[in-house]
């Protein structure tokens, strides 16, 4: 049987040591995990790749929310009772106001 003296002259007994390396191994697997795990998440790089293409959806998105085709062919396409007609594509005239 070991002593008390003999075993913090050793840094403890063998079951004690066992744990400890036992220990370090899962503290390095883990690290190691966490690791892959940053790298898969890593939402700043996957989007910054992207950027331009979002962007462009975004504001494509924002457009059509906000009403915009509408409001832009409303815009662009005035019946002629508003004005001088430069234009006319089906129902919809180009009109100059006055």
Known sequence: MHTRAE???NGGTPAEAGIRRQI???R?????T???LRAEVDVTRKLGERLPVVI???LGAG????GGIGATMRLLM???REGTEKAK??????????
Do not use: I
């Open 7 to 9: 075993s913090t002259a």
């Open 24 to 26: 370090a191994v899962e």
């Open 28 to 32: 390095e697997q883990l690290a190691q």
């Open 34 to 36: 966490l690791d892959e």
């Open 56 to 58: 462009a959806g975004a």
């Open 63 to 66: 457009f059509v929310v906000g």
């Open 78 to 80: 005035r019946r002629s």
């Open 89 to 98: 594509v089906g129902r919809f005239r180009l009109a100059e106001r006055n």
